[in-house]
């Protein structure tokens, strides 16, 4: 068993590297504390000058513990950049762990069981409905992760999924729901810590930017081992084009809303991702909006994953030794150990970023 990765560690790795280019960082401490006691803090990281109005965004750890296969990837960027070749009128921001709990504690949501790419959303305007959502709670909320109720949970499970197929079972449950706070894939019921923090950041690191082009890193859907560049948004936007153009056949790209698929393994059903809190937020900015999604495992064995960390949360001891192996296997699962996997991820997604570079150098 590898051993699971240290949170202040990572978080040191990442200072230090935007000390070698002569950073500037902006640090947004989190009110709760990692399962160490350690201090959480989201970092902001800008090389070059602030006032640019052409910047380069990546964006790690929406989903906690994809944070490190993030962050890895920041680090890797600023560790290859000529800093000295940096025109004026361009910039670097690194947003560093916008769910730091999530990344601290090796869980994909956060401190409020949400799922931050089911919360940016207007918690004013009301939440969506998920009602097919109720049918399945119980498959989540089983008090037992093995035994008696894990397996009439399971036989819940098993029958919806015959009804159904595993598709449809996902388009369900991955859309997100705002009823059961202990439930799975839940959207919360107000705007997070980390979804106001983002909002800061528009206003003070983003907002003066005539032209943006912005990755949000992920892993955990799609085919295994490759990095898929992505827009995910609710409608088509103008700047897509000019995504298309510079990406090619590289990209793919994903408009949600009820009663959508993908084959992409990303949900489609789902709302409140960030991408689109972005484009909302940003309307004046030339915005390209994109993701990297990194595929690993099959999505059924990921659900499983993602369901025994849920359990594990609600009701178990994250310390003992079988919570212990619930987050290596989680942690597996998302940041797998096979080197040629970080290898090529780690290759492909310098690529994507290296293009982007290029892209805003040449206006």
Known sequence: MRS?????????????AVARVNGKVTYYPHPLSGPKGEAL????????????DNLLLIVSGTHGVEGYYGSDSQIAWLDGLDVAAIPVGVALVMVHLINP????????????????????????????DNAAYPD??????????????????????????EALGWTGVKRIVEAGQYQFADGIFFGGQQASWSHQTLKTIISRHLAQAKR?????????????????LMAIAERDYPALEQARAIFGEWLTVLIT???????????????????????????????????????????EEMHRRVRNDHWLHLYGDPASDRGQQIKQDLYDGFYPCDPDWQALIAFRTQQIFARAWKALLSK
């Open 4 to 16: 699971l990765p240290d949170y202040s560690a990572q978080r040191a790795r990442f200072l230090a």
């Open 41 to 52: 803090s989201t970092d902001v990281a800008v090389i070059g000058d602030p006032a640019a």
């Open 101 to 128: 709990w999530g990344t601290a504690h090796l869980r994909r949501v956060n401190e409020d069981n949400a799922d931050l790419n089911r919360n940016f959303i207007d918690f004013a305007a009301g939440a969506p």
């Open 136 to 161: 399945l709670h119980a498959v989540y909320s089983c008090k037992d992760l093995d035994g008696a109720a894990r397996q009439q949970a399971d036989a819940l499970l098993q029958a919806s999924r």
């Open 212 to 228: 943006i082009i912005s990755f949000d890193l992920h892993t955990g859907a799609g085919a295994y081992g490759h990095p898929m």
């Open 257 to 299: 809303g009820a009663g959508r698929d993908s084959e992409t393994g990303v949900t489609a059903t789902a709302t409140g991702y960030l991408s689109q809190f972005m484009l909302d937020h940003l309307p004046e900015t030339q915005l390209l909006q994109l993701v990297v999604e990194c595929g690993t495992l099959d999505g």
